[in-house]
């Protein structure tokens, strides 16, 4: 299985090395350094943006152009934390502090050179890891049966409720919606129609791009509209050759690196978290275990090496339990899941032998990408200037009304757009109130495999609970579930008393 | 269905449960914390934001009621136009890109993507 013969690979290379892809690749770079440059604008975003425009090319070049434009805009996201003292996307948050002092101290050009020089080792390592596990895993997940799926889908609710920032009480409630709009339709167990109010496009369930175009871009954009009266000063940078001294730093912080890489491949593997809780974490880690702690917020190196390698490489280990279990890793691929099953690439432990060219195709793209962003990314960082200064008061009804056109175009029905705009405010209103997304996003696309899973392991084990337990990996998974949901009880239990 | 235990009402009905009881808990923190049952968020004070976010919420649900009936080409202009327009943007640079946006748009999906937008009342001019 997932035979890597010297014939697959030279077919994954002629998918990759073909002119209409590689000219994909370019736009995607491009687009991707924009949305992720442009405060506001966040990688998932971009990738519910692209999909209305994917859904008509082969399926190579329609996950290329997701996986590049990410990449371009989580490393984008910190070119204006250095300028403007405000994150591209979510995923440069934890640093941007520490990124602007460092301009504010005259060594912008610093902070931006480790931004994109991290970010392509740490996205290399990243990619590194998805070609080495997700194989293998693969091999194992073969043997898995409905009880084995059935907890995974639980372990990775779960994980994305416990990972989630803030209140878990509110990442419960935010996954249970999602669920919950997962519910309705016919596709249940039964064939039953749940929730469907005698309405036919409600019968098919709802679909879930233009949920994500909502959730993502349209409640993104009321947000901006809503700030519409904050400034951006842009703080003065003299930009030279910002690759100088790069060597010196990965010499000096070898460990910073790797520790960040690894952190970040894990975080983004892990159901529902990705780029965003990967940067918070490692930057923490990175202070926790620094020289100098003290230094951190002063506008010191360190932790932005850690943070910037581990954001990036969080985004290629969230498509490992992406591919080989159909669990998306985070919310980027939560929307790749969709694409995937649209192009025929059904994820799942078999796609290595299926559709092996194809996904040493996206491999190779992986590695593509993140070449590219090193000579793509000195350019973006030398035309900051002009990219911040995009009107906002011309960008955002513009892009609200490509969100209509994608959201119209799924199903070619103006339901797309209602659904859209429904969902729209309902993530604005979550996120405000600190309901986090990324939960109700798995539990939109899990909950179909979680019924299907728990039910008919419930069939085959004519109604025995410890049934579920039974087989070696499917007993350790659900004890391993158990005691993901204990440990946080009993430590409250025990802080009370 | 009757006589089945884990029937198509069991996953909604866990679901409920799982809602109802995480609301309790919600709001029996809030009620400890005094904290309001409403409160308005901050951009409510600027005049600019609060008219753009309600101008893009009537523009969307206008859209969802005008479309087909007027079509993508007109009412993609004038929401763009409206949009833009009250955000701040001068009339100068408006209009122009209402029309242009909207045309690229026209020409990205319609013409290469093969998307079927509304033509509405223009159905008799369609390219």
Redesign the interface.
Known sequence: MGLLTATVLAQAFALVFDPYVLWVILASAIFGLFVGAVPGLTATMATALLV??T??MPPVPAIASIVTATAMAIFAGDIPSCLLRMPGTPASAAYTDEAYALTKKGQGELALGSGLWFSVLGGLFGTAVLIAAAPSLAEIALKFSSFEYFWLVVLGLASAVFLALGNP??G??SL??G??VA?VGLD???G?P??TFGNAELAGGLTLIPIMIGMFA?SE??RS?????QPWEMAQAKIGNVLHGMWTLTRRYPMQLLRGSVVGTAIGALPGAGADIAAWMSYAISKRFSKEPHKFGTGHIEGIIEAGASNNSALAGAWIPALVFGIPGDSITAIVIGVLYIKGLNPGPTIFMNNAPAIYAVFMVFILANLLMLPLGIAAIRAAKQMLRA????L???I???C??GS??IN?S?FG??L??AF??VGYVME?NGFPIAPAILGMVLGAML?EN??SS?IKAD?RVFAFFERPIAGALGVLTIVVFAVPLVRRLTARS | MPGQKFGPAWFPGVIAGGLAICGALLIAAGTRERAPWIAPPEWIHSPRARVGVAALLAGLVLYVLAADAVGFHITGIVLLAVWIRLLGASWRVTLPVALIATLVIHFCFYKLLRVPLPWGVLERWAF
């Open positions: 209305p425009v859904f008509f009480l509110k419960v409630v249970l919606v669920l919950l519910s249940n167990p039964a039953f749940r929730f349209v954009i009321l509209v809503a700030r519409i009266e009107p906002r008061e011309v955002l009804p513009v609200l009304l490509f209509i056109v119209f175009a070619n103006i757009v209602v859209m705009l729209g405010i405000e019924e728990f039910i419930m109604g």
